[in-house]
């Protein structure tokens, strides 16, 4: 009976063991997993290297990135706005006239050199209208440019992380120094849930705020012709002057953009490492993770404030 007894506690054992490991390479499989596919978004999601899509994103021209929206957006401009563009340059163009002759003490002291300088303004205005697009162009190409050269510097070995030889690492790590702590494990793929979320989330924002950006654009180029037909009236020449600014504001927000992914590439990278330095302090371990969750946040606040940071920086409103 001893020899049976003995032989059942240890078939109990053995029953109670295979469970034991069983739910321990769940957690830490579902742990390690979540941090893999988290890194993968990181390095394929949020890279801005080359031929990437938010670094495609970024340096496209409004003309290059959709032919067929640019058609669209084009023929609106050209087609449909542009009248109303010149029926606006005329009325300014008849009011600077009349506003020229009356400033000749109601007309005791004529020059002719005002028809000169109205002549001037006309010429002025109807080359601005007719080239509004390419005006357009030539101003995100600043921004482009600069973006550019940008992504060039940054765009280095950051992202250079092998995905899946890190989640091994970190599942052997579980599995080799807690593997009789169910706790630190729950722990673990509850942070590992949480990191993995917010880098999708992340990543949507940044996603969205890229193309945002682009629609804004096409928005501005669309009406371009009416703030372009102002530049010749002091009093209305802020409304050209404020669309300027807001043009330059949009070409230049992809190189904000730029710095803040550099900067979180740079950050979530090392608090990357720092995790799999510290896999036998649970608590450095722990502060390695809230670090890759905290920078992910920030990078969410830092993007949606790009446009506003941009626009602050031409005074564009």
């Given at each position: 009976?001893?020899?049976?007894?003995?032989?059942?506690?240890?078939?109990?054992?053995?029953?109670?063991?295979?469970?034991?490991?069983?739910?321990?390479?769940?957690?830490?499989?579902?742990?390690?997993?979540?941090?893999?596919?988290?890194?993968?978004?990181?390095?394929?999601?949020?890279?801005?290297?080359?031929?990437?899509?938010i670094g495609s994103g970024l340096t496209t021209m409004p003309n290059e990135y959709n032919l067929s929206v640019w058609g669209i957006v084009h023929k609106i401009c050209t087609e449909i706005v542009a009248p109303f563009g010149g029926m606006i340059l005329v009325i300014i163009l008849?009011?600077?006239?009349?506003?020229?002759?009356?400033?000749?003490?109601?007309?005791?002291?004529?020059?002719?050199?005002?028809?000169?300088?109205?002549?001037?303004?006309?010429?002025?205005?109807?080359?601005?209208?007719?080239?509004?697009?390419?005006i357009i162009i030539g101003l995100f190409s600043l921004g482009n440019n600069v973006t550019q050269l940008a992504l060039k510097e940054v765009s280095t070995d950051m992202l250079d992380l092998d995905v899946n030889t890190i989640a091994s690492q970190i599942y052997d790590m579980l599995?080799?120094?807690?593997?009789?702590?169910?706790?630190?494990?729950?722990?673990?793929?509850?942070?590992?849930?949480?990191?993995?979320?917010?880098?999708?989330?992340?990543?949507?924002?940044?996603?969205?705020?890229?193309?945002?950006?682009?629609?804004?654009?096409?928005?501005?180029?669309?009406?371009?012709?009416?703030?372009?037909?102002?530049?010749?009236?002091?009093?209305?020449?802020?409304?050209?002057?404020?669309?300027?600014?807001?043009?330059?504001?949009?070409?230049?927000?992809?190189?904000?953009?730029?710095?803040?992914?550099?900067?979180?590439?740079?950050?979530?990278?090392?608090?990357?490492?720092?995790?799999?330095?510290?896999?036998?302090?649970?608590?450095?371990?722990?502060?390695?993770?809230?670090?890759?969750?905290?920078?992910?946040?920030?990078?969410?606040?830092?993007?949606?404030?790009?446009?506003?940071?941009?626009?602050?920086?031409?005074?564009?409103?």
């Open positions: 009976m001893g020899a049976v007894a003995d032989a059942v506690d240890d078939m109990i054992d053995g029953v109670v063991d295979a469970i034991e490991t069983a739910i321990t390479k769940m957690l830490a499989g579902g742990a390690s997993s979540m941090i893999q596919e988290s890194l993968s978004l990181f390095k394929s999601g949020l890279n801005i290297g080359k031929g990437s899509t008849l009011y600077e006239l009349l506003s020229m002759v009356m400033e000749g003490n109601n007309f005791r002291e004529f020059d002719t050199a005002i028809f000169f300088k109205w002549i001037f303004k006309a010429l002025c205005g109807i080359i601005l209208i007719s080239h509004t697009t390419d599995l080799d120094e807690h593997k009789a702590d169910w706790g630190i494990l729950i722990v673990f793929l509850l942070f590992s849930f949480v990191m993995f979320l917010v880098m999708l989330i992340s990543l949507v924002i940044v996603m969205l705020v890229v193309i945002s950006r682009l629609i804004e654009a096409f928005m501005y180029i669309a009406v371009a012709p009416i703030p372009m037909s102002t530049f010749m009236n002091k009093e209305w020449g802020n409304i050209g002057t404020n669309w300027i600014r807001n043009i330059l504001a949009l070409a230049f927000q992809g190189l904000f953009i730029v710095v803040a992914l550099g900067v979180f590439q740079a950050m979530f990278t090392s608090s990357v490492q720092g995790l799999i330095a510290n896999s036998k302090d649970t608590t450095k371990m722990y502060l390695s993770m809230v670090n890759c969750i905290v920078w992910s946040i920030a990078l969410c606040f830092t993007i949606f404030k790009s446009s506003s940071i941009s626009k602050s920086i031409f005074n564009a409103h």
